[in-house]
């Protein structure tokens, strides 16, 4: 992929994660049990991934991207693009009935 990957993309491998923060600065994914993770890659290349932790339910609070596709697979619910684009209905003005 050469563009930024949609919201809502499953993604499966650990390419498609470093393909994913090519193009964005803080995407969030959600993994196979619904835990948010934010990830990141360093100026040097380390990848990371980072979530609240809860040892009760084995979820680490950072993790490697290896790490992270062992929870897969993911899906991309945000991928840095703030573009009313990105975001359909969003920003159209939503009648509240009571």
Known sequence: MSQRIPNGTLLTTY??????????????????DGTPWIVFETEDGDDYAVTVPC????IPGRT?????????????????????EAWPGANQDQEVTA
């Open 15 to 32: 390419d498609q994660l470093i393909e994913l923060v090519s193009h964005a600065m803080a995407p969030v994914v959600i993994d196979r």
């Open 55 to 58: 040892p009760d339910d084995d």
């Open 64 to 84: 490697d991207f290896d790490g992270l596709c062992a929870r897969g697979p993911l899906r991309v619910v945000f991928n840095g693009d703030t573009s009313p």
